[in-house]
């Protein structure tokens, strides 16, 4: 059964930059879809990105998408979220998550198993 | 993007009662429908997926329903490990979105 474990906490200044890892066991990377997901204080889920790391895709949300950039590196059996110029509103809990659409560009899925989270504050 | 809504935003109920929740769509999703569950400060769990697969190792009292804009999720018998948040997110379309959660609370 796979498992995800994420990088720990975070702490930033505004207009700086954070990367977040999620390291895969139990599986096999290579046949796996990526997204992340985020969940400020208090709030809902928000989608902000997928990666299909077999064929290198990579879908966006379009409020994230000059920000954003999210990777894979077969080798270590990792995927990464990066964030730029981060703000205040970006403090939020930031998720890795299985994604069931299978290796579609166009498809979505649901989500299983999730990582245990990794909490990024921004602040002065 | 499509809307997910949820009712009742939310609710309040004792150990045993039947609790249901609904979530709307903007638009038609077919069966494109996800339940999720989460505890505080824990990350979300899938229940249900395409409408009303119960994921392995989720207990038979949840169950799901509905199809195009209407669904529902139903606990048919409340248990003290059921408080918490319930959230519904379509997979029909990217962006994949979640509807704003529905939580259980004890009455």
């Known amino acids: 059964q796979v498992q995800l474990v994420q990088s720990g906490t975070e702490v930033k200044k505004p207009g700086s930059s954070v990367k977040v890892s999620c390291k895969t066991s139990g599986g096999s990377f290579s046949t796996y879809t990526f997204s992340w997901v985020r969940q400020a204080p208090g709030q809902g889920l928000e989608w902000m990105g997928r990666?299909?790391?077999?064929?290198?895709?990579?879908n966006y949300a379009q409020r994230f998408h000059h920000r954003v950039t999210i990777t894979a590196d077969k080798s270590t059996f990792t995927a990464y979220l990066e964030l730029s110029s981060l703000r205040s509103e970006d403090t939020a809990v930031y998720y890795c998550?299985?994604?069931?659409?299978?290796?579609?560009?166009?498809?979505?899925?649901?989500?299983?198993?999730w990582g245990q989270g990794t909490l990024v504050t921004v602040s002065s | 993007d499509i809307q997910m809504t949820q009712s009742p935003s939310s609710l309040s109920a004792s150990i045993g009662d039947r609790v249901t929740v609904t979530c709307r769509a903007s638009?038609?999703?077919?069966?494109?429908l996800n339940w999720f569950q989460q505890n505080p400060g824990e990350a979300p769990k899938l229940l249900i997926y395409a409408t009303s697969i119960l994921q392995s190792g989720v207990p038979s009292r949840f169950s799901g329903s509905g199809s195009g804009t209407d669904f529902t999720l139903t606990i048919s018998s409340l248990q003290p490990e059921d408080f918490a948040t319930y959230f519904c997110?379509?997979?029909?379309?990217?962006?994949?979105?979640f509807g704003p959660g529905t939580k259980v609370d004890i009455k």
């Open positions: 997110q379509q997979s029909y379309s990217i962006p994949p979105t």
């Open positions: 990666i299909i790391p077999i064929l290198g895709v990579t």
């Open positions: 638009q038609s999703i077919g069966s494109y």
């Open positions: 998550a299985r994604d069931h659409g299978g290796q579609v560009p166009t498809s979505i899925g649901w989500f299983d198993p």
